[in-house]
């Protein structure tokens, strides 16, 4: 699609209109009444918090903190919390939609949620990080539980996050609840393959995907957005299969080699000096001009809208699978699909890691632990079909992939509620 060709379209970027969308256009795929849109487009609970939190220096600091649950239908809500300047409700709102929507392509028992505090981890210390989510915890403790609302960690949170929350709300119960949150150390309850789990299952997707192209892995080359968990775990486990990793980048910029590099040593290299920029044998480019390099696979697993209107017809692969929540817009997916470019939507391909939390719920509950083995034969299963669920809508209705995605997970979400009615 040329320039010009894009007139037509528009976009918006805020994130709670783009999930709206999204969802929109396939409900009118699926022919469902207002009725039936209006009940799951709606949130069913937004929860906005005051955290008050006593900094290091001795003064009184409030931030504010959100926790959304859009959904509820299949299931309890799921989703992560993120810490991060720019968390606002509407984007809070957006990722518990998709959460829903991920949650119910993948057939998992969930419908979606999602929390976050606005603020900025980076300038904050250990220990203001833990009194600031305790307070938090407990000020959400109303309406989280392990049958109600199980977080997990996202943006600048982790199992030691978690750790804190299960901690906080067990000792307000008065016993151990260690099912209340995922993503927690293993020493407390956690899963083999979580940590890995985004990754390893976006990588099982653009192996799917790759077989259905006839691109051979052995021979692929392969680019990063973003390298932190998830971006820097997809990198190792494309390499391991083969494929030529030629560039990667984090918030400070990018690095380039197209004879390829060892992706772990570009994370150590990160951890000792704060970025992947200046790794020995590779040139500087910037998170802008990454998007743009020919390659065959493409990996955004930094944050949203990195792929718009702008750059959309400058993008130089051929499948393009999103690790990362909503980096494509919707007048972008457009484009890509007119340019038969394969994007693999964010609620197939990053929903590795909202299945393996599932798998830690499931085995908090029963008290009974997996190896890794386990998990990621369970983890293949379960993504394998979900692509091929996907991509038979894909292929019958002549629509491009994050569309047949929202087909499979709203057809779902519709049916459970038809079937469940409404009380009273």
Not at 92 to 109: D, N, Q
Not at 318 to 323: R, S
Request: glycine share 10%; with cysteine.
């Amino acid at each position: 699609m040329t320039p010009t060709m894009t007139q037509g379209l528009t976009e918006t970027l805020n994130a709670f209109e783009i999930a709206q969308k999204q969802f929109a256009d396939a409900a009118d795929i699926l022919g469902l009444d207002e009725g039936v849109r209006k009940k799951l487009r709606t949130p069913e609970r937004c929860l906005t918090v005051a955290i008050p939190t006593r900094m290091d220096d001795g003064r009184l600091e409030v931030f504010i903190g959100h926790r959304v649950q859009h959904n509820t239908t299949r299931g309890p809500s799921k989703g992560g919390i993120r810490f991060h300047p720019n968390v606002t409700l509407d984007e809070v709102k957006a990722l518990a939609s998709w959460m829903t929507w991920k949650c119910a392509t993948v057939g998992i028992p969930y419908g979606g949620a999602k929390g976050g505090i606005t603020c900025n981890p980076k300038e904050m210390s250990q220990g203001e990080l833990e009194r600031m989510t305790r307070r938090y915890a407990s000020e959400i403790s109303l309406i989280i539980g392990p049958e109600k609302d199980i977080p997990a960690p996202d943006v600048y949170t982790n199992a030691q996050t978690m750790a804190w929350i299960m901690d906080t709300y067990s000792m307000n119960k008065g016993y151990a609840v260690p099912g209340v949150v995922t993503g927690k150390p293993l020493a407390l309850g956690g899963s083999l393959g979580r940590n890995e789990a985004t990754a390893q299952g976006c990588v099982y997707i653009i192996e799917e995907a790759a077989k259905k192209l006839g691109i051979d892995l052995k021979t692929a080359t392969a680019v990063i957005q973003g390298y932190g968990n998830a971006g820097s775990i997809a990198a190792y486990l494309l390499h391991d299969l083969g494929v030529k990793i030629i560039a990667v980048s984090d918030s400070r910029g990018g690095i380039l080699n197209t004879q390829g590099f060892d992706p772990r040593k570009v994370l150590e290299f990160k951890n000792q000096t704060g970025s992947v920029v200046g790794f020995p044998g590779t040139e500087s480019i910037s998170n802008e001009e990454i998007l743009n390099l020919k390659c065959d696979v493409l990996v955004p697993a930094a944050l949203e809208n990195c792929i718009t209107l702008k750059n959309a017809v400058k993008i130089n692969a051929k499948i393009v699978a999103e690790a990362a929540n909503g980096p494509t817009t919707p007048g972008a997916d457009e484009i890509l699909f007119d340019r038969k470019i394969v994007v693999l939507p964010d609620i197939l391909a990053n929903a590795g890691g909202v299945t393996v939390s599932y798998f830690e719920w499931v085995q908090n509950v029963q008290e009974l632990y997996w190896d890794i083995e386990d998990v990621n034969s369970r983890l293949k299963k379960i993504m394998t079909r979900s692509f091929n669920d996907v991509y038979a809508i894909h292929k019958d209705k002549r629509i491009n992939m994050r569309k047949a995605a929202y087909v499979l997970a709203v057809g779902r979400v519709a049916e459970a509620f038809k079937l469940r009615g409404l009380f009273p």
